[in-house]
């Protein structure tokens, strides 16, 4: 009898722990006597005539593969497959030749690692094409809901505050105003968790409109009481004062995120004669090595994947929930989206430590 065979996919903007996600489906599958194909840049892989795979087996997890950031299976946060972009400029339906990929590969079911976005695709493609689907969930922004949290997220706000804490000595030594950009597209829970941890004196989130009064205020007060410099951390999905994106057109004709830092910190040293300094973290956030909660909860993730592919539970997603690995039906992720809860304990405790949040 031919041997199980299941396929597994990195969906969307890359974080760290995606390879650990990836090690520990193949560890539980080789338990199970299972195959693992592994499809290169997503569903783009299996949009190819000959689809794009690579037969992941343990050797290839023996090594540094739990430590390394990024995916080895490559990925792509763009090109929704329902609607894919041409050389020509036109867009063609070719959600069909992935599910025939998927198909050829003969894959009893597939797991796929990706943010609201992705599983939203995913979902459309396993419904269209009778594909078993289970999603882990990961993103540095932390938005997906039913889930308290998901791979890569920890990381990112550990390299943020790491870079908060190398910049409070040279604020010090020049009696600036820092000003730190996060990344999270739409939601401030890296901005947030890195300026708690961080110690910083200002936190702005796209949730919370920012009055550049209020932000002015803090920061004198916070020199008037003898403290010669101040750290602000902006989440880059903050939107201007005038209530305008600060998105930016690339080359391609995507508007992105990055570059809010500079408007708000010129705005800053205008309302407070302070010489501010601006850092964009961007991508950095999303390429360290995974850290230690990251590569947990991507062993966690992992194992409990197999287990619902073995158990024949499909259109799932694994979630973490009061310290335990749960599954969620992946449509009550998608529409839980998670944002910043303004009445939740984070907001709470970065107001009782007398954080500005933009708004007074
Ligand atoms: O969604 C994850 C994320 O890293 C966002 O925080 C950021 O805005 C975006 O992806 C960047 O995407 P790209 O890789 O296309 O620059």
């Not at 939107?239 to 600060?246: A, E, H, L």
């Not at 964009?280 to 197999?306: E, M, W």
């Not at 979630?319 to 749960?326: E, G, M, S, T, Y």
């Amino acid at each position: 009898m031919s041997k199980k065979r299941i396929g597994i996919l990195t969906s969307g903007g890359d974080c760290a722990g995606l390879n650990a996600v990836i090690r520990a489906v193949v560890h539980r599958a080789d338990l199970l006597d299972w195959e693992v194909y592994g499809i290169i840049n997503g569903t783009a892989g299996l949009m190819k005539e000959d689809p794009e795979y690579r037969k992941l087996e343990l050797k290839d997890f023996d090594g540094n593969m739990l430590r390394r950031g990024g995916t080895i299976l490559g990925t792509t946060n763009k090109g929704n497959p329902f609607s894919y972009p041409m050389p020509d400029g036109t867009f063609k339906d070719r959600s069909d030749e992935i599910i025939a990929g998927a198909k050829k590969l003969g894959l009893e079911a597939i797991i796929g690692i990706g943010g609201d976005g992705s599983f939203a695709i995913l979902q459309k493609l396993a419904a269209k094409g009778g594909i078993k689907l289970v999603g882990i969930p990961k993103t540095i922004d932390n938005d997906i809901g039913k889930t308290e949290t998901s791979v890569g997220f920890d990381t990112a706000v550990a390299v943020a505050t790491e870079a908060l804490d190398r910049l409070q000595p040279t604020a010090a030594s020049h009696d600036r105003v820092m000003i730190l950009e996060v990344m999270g597209r739409d939601a401030g829970h890296i901005a947030l968790s890195t300026g708690i941890a961080g110690g910083a004196d200002v936190i702005l989130l796209p949730e919370i409109p920012y009055s550049i009064d209020a932000v002015a205020a803090k920061i004198k007060n916070v020199k008037a009481k003898g403290r010669n410099f101040a750290l602000v951390v902006i989440s880059e999905a903050v939107k201007k004062s005038d209530g305008g994106s600060s998105k930016m057109e690339y080359a391609d004709g995507e508007r992105r995120y990055g570059g809010i830092g500079y408007t708000i910190g010129d705005e800053i040293a205008k309302a407070t004669g302070f010489e501010t300094r601006v850092t964009i973290l961007g991508h950095v956030q999303r390429g360290s090595a995974p850290s230690y909660n990251d590569r947990v909860l991507a062993s966690a993730f992992g194992v409990k994947a197999v287990d619902l592919v073995a158990e024949g539970k499909f259109d799932r997603m694994v979630a973490w929930q009061d310290r335990q690995i749960v599954d969620v039906a992946i449509a009550d992720a998608i529409a839980a989206y998670q944002e910043v809860d303004l009445d939740g304990t984070l907001v709470h405790t970065a107001r009782a430590l007398g954080i500005c949040l933009g708004d007074k």
